[in-house]
């Protein structure tokens, strides 16, 4: 008897999409070969394809429409809120004329593929920021708790938690916290206890597409290590699913699988496996792990997950922290550390390399930006139905001022591509957006925390 066959009869089974796509009975189960009885019998939105240490959850797909109502229904709303610690340099981000006939400025003209996706304010903030330390108040950016970090603080739910416990138990994860380098997080439970963020690519990769035992686990990533895709376990149930559907979703499908490719090879670059043992050599092993200094290649392995995250509904509400503790950047021209810099006290040479740096990061973005902005599900787009606010917490980091934050809100189904300026003097809440984006995702409210209304995003 075959390893395979034994699986198959002793209970470690694969599984499939439904009964459909079973192996017939008349077949070995080293070949899997699976018949198809209807073109329209629908599968669950739940339907993952599974291998010995793999479980693979499919993206939303037309043929799922039947079971999960789909057809002519509103999709589902989602939610990932960025926040890059040390701002953004403002000269380098807001331009001279308001509403939709602004003129790119240096960080626009970084993300001028997206404009019409995207709103750019000015003019909004947390009141009452004042706190213990300067940098205190990436502690309240998604919260808005006042006073951060002064005697007798204690921080309040976050506006992705709230959300967060609303959808509840519809997805796989009720949310899932990201950090460029630590643990540290901006998510805050109900009871103002941080959430720890995951800062391991790999960790991630795992929670999403890996299964089973450790043992199992282990060698599907000595597998990915040696640059062997999760895809290859599933092969058959693949080729038998890619039978069954449309044409349209064998598209989506194949950009789908496409896409985790990507994220493997990119994993394997940056993280190369953190469980993976190293060998015993003469010689200095090569680093497992990239130094902090990794900036943007760890922010590019994060984000790059974030669609699989949302395309899969493993869930719909994410956060990333950019953190300030990343030392010397990795990229060409900068020599300083990126939190000096962003103190550059109006020094040329010091803003020069704050620019390379705060560039870099927006072309990530712009990228995750790409990739949401593709026609992948059922005929639109993961972005018409996903609300992106990359901000910060400091509107001027050379000053550590907490006022007119820089924010970027992209898709939801908002009517973007303006630039729209509060009061530079007297702040309209942040909280405001947080209300508008909180009943974007279903929630009944009309308030969060410091807010005085509900910003309107037309």
Known sequence: MSVAEFLWTFGDKPSFPDDNLKPQPTETPDAFRCERRSMHTPISRRTALRASGVALTLPLLDVMNPAFGFAGAEQPKRMVLICNTLGLYPPSLFPDTIGTDYENTEYLEV????????????????????GREPHDTELTFLTAA?????????NSISVDQVAATHLGN???????????????????????????????????FTKLFLAGSRKEQNRQKQRLAEGRSILDAVGDQTKALNRRVSGGDRKQLDEYFEAIRVAEKELAASDA??????????????????DSSELLGKIQALMSLIPLMLQTDSTRVVTLMIQADHGVPNIAGVHGEHHPLSHHGQDPGRIAQLKMIESGILGVFSDLLT?????????GRLLDNTAVLFGSNLGNANAH???????????????????????????????NLFVTLLQGMGVKT?????????????
Do not use: C
């Open 111 to 130: 993300l001028k593929e997206h404009r019409k996706d995207f709103t750019l304010f000015s003019g909004l903030s947390h009141p009452d920021q004042n």
């Open 146 to 154: 006042t006073n951060p970090g002064l005697g007798g603080f204690k």
């Open 170 to 204: 519809t997805t796989r994860f009720a949310s899932i916290t990201l950090g460029s380098n630590t643990q540290e997080s901006q998510s805050y439970n109900s009871n103002g206890v941080m959430l720890p963020a995951d800062n391991r690519p790999s960790r991630v």
């Open 273 to 290: 496996w953190l469980d993976r043992p190293k060998p015993i050599v003469d010689a200095e092993p090569p680093q497992d792990i990239p």
């Open 371 to 379: 990739k949401l902005g593709q026609p992948t599900e059922h005929g």
């Open 401 to 431: 001022d907490p006022t007119n934050l820089p924010i970027v809100l992209a898709g939801g189904g908002y009517r973007h591509g303006r630039y729209v300026a509060y009061d530079q003097e007297d702040n309209t809440p942040l909280s």
């Open 446 to 458: 009309d308030r969060f925390a410091t807010s005085s209304g509900v910003l309107t995003v037309t």
